[in-house]
């Protein structure tokens, strides 16, 4: 993916991708320089030199070693007005690969990823709950797939797995009606250590929508905006912090739990309703079951087809002040720049939930708080998945190790 040239230097000061002469910073100089490419698009030394901040004989010698290892490919060269063309370097596409896997509480989703950070191959698998055996049934059927797509030599650049679920996917049971073995099974059930026995690779896990804020951290709006709340409406509705630029995970893994947020003081003898409570999918789902239509529509555009699109403006007029809500108080801890709204959803609900919760901050009292400018996320129902994939390339071929897993405390 390429920027502009003010986005490509805001997005390479947000991320810092700095180079040292020192002796002693070989792969570490190696990666700044991958990670300047990422940000900017194909680029000749030269650049590289001014943005990296390293000399043209260090980048010389990085980038001749980046070709040899198939990381860096020569573009076609480019003739200016003086001297020698110049020869722009670009991520080789097949360099390595990472696979991420989604698994949801209605649906499995496995991408195979490249360098570039590109989908190459996509599975996906629907069901009415997660059950692990039919998990790992799957993923071995589409590794076998992804093994019969690349040659030997490029599955050994398969860096890993990436794994993106909730943290409780047994949790609100009651809510979805769930079978009390299935959960029973999930408890015991140890998904990271099962896919690495099947797989013999490496798997790192996250919170599936702080993987989907990774994803639009690294390849979307987050390139743009150094603080920001991420909503990501699924299921259940969560999200992710970034501040200076940084994923925040918290100590318990669980920063930027919108979905937990109360919308209001407990009453007498009761619990204030949660922000998941009114403004998650399994709430349009209902609504389309109980006018007798198909509950899976939340995530194609049926959604917003004739039949359904009644059903679906009832659930946005309910789902916009909440989260409206959610940002103001989010706001009133965090100073934010911006919120990135994003879901499992076609982009004409998106953009209707974005105009309906703009509209809805204008209901709540702002004094003494700067209102957040609310922005389209632009990965989509992949994010999860992909932020998944992200972490194997990333804790590789990465300088700042930490971009996504700053932990708080």
Not at 119 to 148: G, M
Not at 209 to 238: Q, S
Request: proline share 5%.
């Amino acid at each position: 993916m390429s920027l502009s040239p003010d986005k490509a230097s805001a997005a390479a000061s947000n991320l810092k991708p700095r180079g040292s002469s020192q002796g002693g910073m070989r792969q570490y100089n190696e990666r700044v320089v991958l990670q300047a490419i990422r940000l900017n698009g194909r680029l000749p030394g030269a650049e590289i030199a001014r943005l990296t901040r390293l000399t043209a004989q260090s980048i010389s010698l990085i980038t001749k070693r980046l070709l040899e290892d198939e990381l860096l490919i020569k573009e076609t060269p480019q003739r200016g007005k003086v001297g020698q063309p110049s020869v722009p370097l670009a991520l080789n596409p097949d360099g390595a690969f990472a696979i991420g896997v989604k698994v949801g509480r209605r649906s499995l989703d496995i991408l195979l990823v490249d360098f570039t950070c590109t989908v190459r191959e996509r599975w996906n698998l629907s069901y009415d709950f997660a059950d692990p055996e039919q998990i790992l049934t799957h993923l071995a059927d589409c590794l076998t797939k992804i093994k019969a797509k690349l040659s030997p030599h490029l599955w050994e650049r398969v860096q890993g797995i990436g794994i993106a679920a909730p943290l409780h996917i047994g949790g609100w049971q009651q809510l979805l009606g769930l079978d009390a073995e299935v959960v029973a099974r999930w408890e015991r059930f140890q998904l990271n250590e099962e896919i690495a026995a099947l797989t013999g690779l490496p798997v790192q896990s996250i919170k599936d929508t702080t993987a989907a804020c990774v994803a639009e951290l690294v390849a979307g709006r987050g390139r743009d905006v150094r603080n920001f709340i991420y909503v990501f409406v699924d299921t259940f509705i969560g999200g992710g912090l970034v501040l200076d630029s940084h994923l925040h995970i918290g100590k318990h893994g669980n920063a930027g739990a919108l979905g937990s947020l109360p919308l209001g003081l407990a009453g007498s003898g009761s619990n204030s309703p949660q922000l998941l409570n009114v403004a998650s999918l399994y709430k349009l789902e209902s609504r389309f079951i109980a006018a007798g239509l198909d509950g899976r529509a939340t995530s194609d555009e049926r959604a917003a087809s004739a039949a359904y699109w009644p059903h679906t403006q009832a659930w946005i007029a309910e789902t916009a002040p909440p989260i409206a809500f959610a940002m103001l108080n989010s706001s009133c801890l965090l100073d934010l720049e911006g919120v990135i709204l994003d879901g499992c959803f076609c982009s004409t609900v998106k953009e209707a939930l974005i105009q309906a919760v703009i509209t809805s901050m204008q209901d709540f009292n702002w004094e003494g708080v700067v209102p957040p400018q609310v922005l389209a996320g632009t990965i989509g129902s992949d994010a999860r998945a992909l932020g998944g994939a992200l972490l194997p390339l990333y804790a590789n071929f990465a300088p700042d190790r930490d971009l996504f897993l700053k932990l708080d405390g």
